[in-house]
C-alpha cells in the first residue's frame, strides 16, 4: 500500500510541539523538556513514540483534565543515594528527566543513585534517560508500569502494562549502547502506527479472550481498551518460545514502579475510575545511575564496551543476512538519515498536528502545506 508521506525536520517538529504545549498550559520550560523527548523518539526512527503520541496521548489527555500541564515535583523520602518523588500527575517527560537528573547527581557524588516515583504519567521513550545517563559518563537502569495491555503466561486477562526494563551505557563509539524495549513482543504504540498505516499485525502480537491471535490493528486496539485483547509477553503466546521470560520481565518492572515508592499497580492503572470515568493514570518509574568512575576509568569502560559490541558485529552472519547491529545502532542510523530527510508523517499525523495548530490558533505553518 503506497502511502501519502510528508516530510517535516526536527527542528520545526519541536519548535510547533513547544508551541502546542505552551498553549494547551504547560509552562515554557517544561513544554520544551516534553517537546525535547518527544522528537528525541522521532530523531531515532521510533515512531510508535514521537510526534504521532503528541495529540492523541498528550494534548487530549490535558483537555480531558486527566494531564496536569504544571508539574509539581515533590520529594518525599531521601537519603544520600535514594529518592522517592511523588509526580502528582504531571508531565510524565518533566517528571522522568528530574528524577533521572536527580539519580545522576547522587550517583556523581556517591557512586550510585535511584530514584523511584509515583503518580506520573507516561514519559516518552524510555531510551531517553539512559541517553542522559550515557552523555554524564553512567550506566542507567530504567523502567515504567503502564496500563494493563499484558496477559500473564497461559493467561488471557490484560494484567501488567508493556513495562519496558531499558538498559544503558556510554561506548566509544559515535552512539551509546541503548537496550529500549517492551516486555510484551510489541507496544500499543506500535500498534497504533500499524493501524494508521492500515497495516495488518503479524500473527502472535495480540490475542483475544479465547486466546487466539488477532491480527487486525483497529480490533486489537479496540480490545485492549474492553478488556477483551491482550498482548503477549515477549517470547510469545505459551512457553514454547518462553514467553514466561517476557512475563517474568514485566512483573520485575511492576513491581520496581510500584513497591519501592508506595505506588498504584495492575489494574489501577487503567485510567478509569470504579465508575468508569476517566482519571490520571498514577504510573510509576524507577531510575538507576551507576558512575562508571566508581569502578573503573571511563574511558577504559567506553574502549571494552566498545570492542564487545564490534566484535559481535564482525561475527558470522546468516545466509543472506546483510549485517549484524548493535542495540543502538539502527536508531543511530535513523537519526543519520532523517536528519537529512526530516522526519516521515502520514496523513493522519499530518492531520492530528494541524487540528492542534487549529483549535489553539496558533500561529505556525508546515512545510507540507
Same mark, same amino acid.
Given at each position: 500500500?503506497? /502511502? ?13 510541539? *513547544? ?6 498550559? *504547560? ?16 530523531? @531515532? ?38 529518592? *522517592? ?8 517527560? *518533566? ?5 533521572? =537528573?536527580?539519580?545522576? !547527581? ?13 503518580? +506520573?504519567?507516561? $514519559? ?24 494493563? +495491555? ?15 526494563? #531499558? ?19 510489541? /507496544? ?14 503479524? $500473527? ?8 487466539? !491471535? ?24 505459551? =512457553? ?8 517474568? $520481565? ?5 513491581? &520496581? ?8 499497580? &495492575?489494574?489501577?492503572? #487503567? ?43 564482525? +561475527? ?8 549484524? $547491529?548493535?542495540?543502538? =545502532? ?7 538519515? @532523517? +536528519?537529512? #530527510? ?18 489553539? /490558533? ?8
Amino acid at each position: 500500500m503506497t /502511502q501519502d508521506i510528508a516530510y517535516e525536520s526536527f527542528e520545526r517538529l519541536e519548535e510547533f510541539m *513547544v508551541l502546542g504545549f505552551k498553549a494547551a498550559g *504547560v509552562p515554557a520550560e517544561d513544554a520544551a523538556i516534553c517537546a525535547k523527548v518527544l522528537i528525541e523518539s522521532d530523531k @531515532r526512527g521510533i515512531d510508535s513514540h514521537g510526534v504521532g503520541r503528541f495529540k492523541p496521548i498528550y494534548i487530549d489527555r490535558i483537555e480531558d483534565g486527566i494531564l496536569f500541564t504544571e508539574t509539581k515535583l515533590e520529594v518525599v523520602r531521601e537519603t544520600k543515594t535514594t529518592a *522517592v518523588v511523588d509526580g502528582h500527575d504531571g508531565m510524565g517527560h *518533566v517528571i522522568g528527566v528530574k528524577a533521572m =537528573e536527580l539519580a545522576i !547527581a547522587k550517583a556523581k557524588e556517591y557512586g550510585m543513585g535511584m530514584v523511584a516515583v509515583r503518580n +506520573s504519567s507516561h $514519559y516518552g521513550i524510555a531510551g531517553y534517560y539512559p541517553l542522559m545517563a550515557a552523555e554524564a559518563g553512567m550506566i542507567c537502569f530504567t523502567g515504567t508500569n503502564a496500563r494493563p +495491555s499484558i496477559a500473564p503466561t497461559f493467561g488471557v486477562e490484560n494484567m501488567l502494562g508493556t513495562n519496558p526494563l #531499558t538498559v544503558g551505557f556510554p561506548t566509544d563509539e559515535a552512539f551509546p549502547f541503548v537496550l529500549d524495549c517492551a516486555t510484551s513482543i510489541t /507496544q500499543r504504540g506500535k500498534i497504533e502506527h500499524y493501524a494508521r498505516i492500515g497495516k495488518t499485525m503479524p $500473527y502472535g502480537w495480540v490475542i483475544n479472550e479465547k486466546g487466539e !491471535a488477532v491480527t487486525d490493528p483497529d480490533v486489537a486496539l479496540e480490545g485492549l481498551v474492553k478488556g477483551t485483547c491482550a498482548l503477549t509477553p515477549l517470547g510469545g503466546i505459551g =512457553e514454547e518460545l518462553a514467553g514466561y521470560k517476557g512475563y517474568g $520481565y514485566a512483573t520485575i518492572v511492576e513491581i &520496581l514502579s510500584a513497591a519501592l515508592q508506595g505506588g498504584n499497580f &495492575l489494574h489501577q492503572l #487503567t485510567g478509569l475510575s470504579a465508575t468508569g470515568e476517566k482519571q490520571p493514570y498514577h504510573l510509576g518509574h524507577f531510575f538507576m545511575a551507576i558512575d562508571i568512575e566508581a569502578f573503573t576509568d571511563v574511558a577504559d569502560f567506553k574502549k571494552t564496551a566498545g570492542d564487545i559490541l564490534r566484535a559481535l558485529r564482525a +561475527s558470522k552472519k546468516a545466509e543472506g543476512a546483510e549485517r549484524i $547491529y548493535t542495540a543502538g =545502532e539502527k536508531e543511530y542510523l535513523a537519526f543519520l538519515e @532523517r +536528519s537529512e #530527510t526530516g522526519v516521515p508523517l502520514n496523513k493522519a499525523v499530518r492531520d492530528s498536528l494541524t487540528t492542534v495548530r487549529d483549535n489553539y /490558533q496558533i500561529d505556525f505553518r508546515f512545510s507540507w502545506e
